[in-house]
């Protein structure tokens, strides 16, 4: 038993010094799929754009779905989320238009405002992301429900500031939205959404000038 115990013990011993380390490959080899579901989400998000400038909307809506769930979780993930969005915006736009029934899954408009909201949850920092986020609550007409919801909740997350000042800018109170922008902007100077909202300030001021 005693002899046994020791070959065994040599042999573990020996595969250690001889055979290539499995974590090091096993860590190399995930990189590299990381990669490569990476690239293809890409490939899909690209086909999806070019389906949706071709006015192509549900095969644009079938290549942004694909590249959504060959790379879910990134920070990237947000941008096809985004573009899936605009798909369901325009669709939404001409459910309005033709006075179509809005309800359930069929309404676009819910399906754009989900998809803006999961591209936040991806990456806040982008604000483009919010500013069609507003565009879905206003194609639903939740602009009043959803500004007191966010200035109410400015607490829990500073970020709620960003969409209830868009809000309130197309509400015509461009002084209360620039004022919550510009106090965002002071308290947080360095993240990297502030130099967007800095010109997104500087153009709500200017528009404001002009309504003079």
Same mark, same amino acid.
């Given at each position: 038993m005693k002899l046994r #115990?020791?070959?065994?013990?040599?042999?573990i011993i020996f595969l250690c $010094?001889?055979?290539? &380390?499995?974590? !090091?490959?096993?860590?190399? !080899? &995930?990189?590299? &799929?990381?990669? +490569?579901?990476?690239?293809?989400?890409?490939?899909?998000?690209?086909?999806?754009? @070019?389906? #949706?400038?071709?006015?192509d909307y549900f095969a644009a809506i079938?290549? /942004?779905?694909?590249a959504i769930g060959i790379n879910p979780d990134s920070q990237t993930t947000g941008s096809y989320f985004n573009n899936?969005?605009?798909? /369901?915006?325009?669709?939404?736009?001409?459910q309005v238009r033709?006075?179509?029934p809005l309800q359930g899954w069929d309404d676009f408009s819910i399906m754009a405002q989900i998809s803006f909201e999961e591209a936040i949850l991806k990456d806040c920092m982008k604000l483009e992301y919010y500013q069609n986020l507003v565009k879905a609550y206003?194609?639903?007409?939740? @602009?009043? $429900? +959803?500004?007191? /919801? #966010?200035?109410n909740n400015r607490d829990k997350n500073p970020f709620n500031?960003?969409?209830?000042?868009?809000?309130?800018?197309?509400?015509?109170?461009?002084? /209360?939205?620039? @004022?919550?922008?510009?106090? $965002?902007?002071?308290e947080n100077p360095d993240i990297i959404i502030t130099r967007d909202l800095k010109k997104l300030?500087?153009?709500?001021?200017?528009k404001h000038r002009e309504n003079l």
């Open positions: #115990f020791k070959l065994l013990l040599i042999l $010094f001889t055979v290539p &380390s499995c974590k !090091a490959d096993l860590h190399q !080899a &995930s990189i590299v &799929s990381t990669i +490569k579901a990476q690239n293809a989400a890409q490939r899909h998000n690209n086909l999806g754009t @070019m389906y #949706f400038h071709e006015k079938k290549e /942004y779905r694909i899936l969005g605009k798909v /369901y915006l325009v669709l939404g736009e001409i033709n006075g179509l206003e194609l639903r007409g939740l @602009m009043e $429900f +959803k500004k007191d /919801y #966010f200035l500031v960003i969409p209830a000042a868009i809000i309130l800018e197309k509400q015509g109170k461009v002084e /209360y939205a620039n @004022m919550l922008l510009d106090n $965002f902007i002071t300030l500087k153009e709500n001021t200017e």
